[in-house]
């Protein structure tokens, strides 16, 4: 079985722990693990992955197999970017998301559409690191959503016009 573990790029020691602990286990369990490669979970859980004595497919933004974290079993590369979200979903069974914000919520909503369980150890959270960034507004009331989406709507209607001219 090939279970897919995502998360964020770079990492707290206490969400390090979780990841190592979650490879190790899943390595101990007799998993193939699939994950991005590079640093923050992804490093985390193939180290515990390594320690477990199980293995750990590395699927590469880049061209370049050197990319991979120094724990990974078999680096990937595909110079696909961040399309290669996609690819690390579609090799797994179901999928276990540690941390991580915008990009890990785009692998685990990829996972959902594929019709595949994911399992989140903390909440996905999208923080703002850009002023031009989306926001993930909840607001249950129908009436207040439908103004809402207009309001907002109507800001990018603005940009749009403006672009235009």
């Not at 197999?65 to 979200?85: D, K, V």
Request: proline residues 4%.
């Amino acid at each position: 079985m090939n279970i897919g573990v995502i998360g964020g790029s770079r990492v707290h020691d206490d969400v390090c722990e979780v990841a190592y602990n979650v490879g190790r286990i899943l390595a101990q369990r007799g998993v193939i693990v699939i994950c991005g490669g590079l640093t923050g979970v992804m490093e985390c859980a193939s180290h515990g992955v390594r320690d477990g004595g199980g293995t750990v497919v590395g699927i590469l933004p880049g061209y370049d197999a050197s990319e991979a974290n120094r724990y990974i079993s078999i680096p990937l590369p595909t110079g696909m970017g961040y399309m290669r979200n996609f690819l690390i979903i579609r090799a797994s069974q179901a999928i276990i998301a540690i941390d991580g914000s915008a990009g890990t919520l785009s692998e685990a909503s990829f996972a959902i559409s594929e019709g595949k369980d994911v399992v989140s150890i903390y909440p996905l959270n999208i923080p703002r690191t850009k002023e031009k960034e989306g926001h993930v507004y909840v607001e249950p009331d129908p009436q207040k959503a439908v103004d809402l989406a207009i309001s907002l709507g109507e800001k990018w209607q603005q940009i749009d016009e403006s672009n235009e001219r």
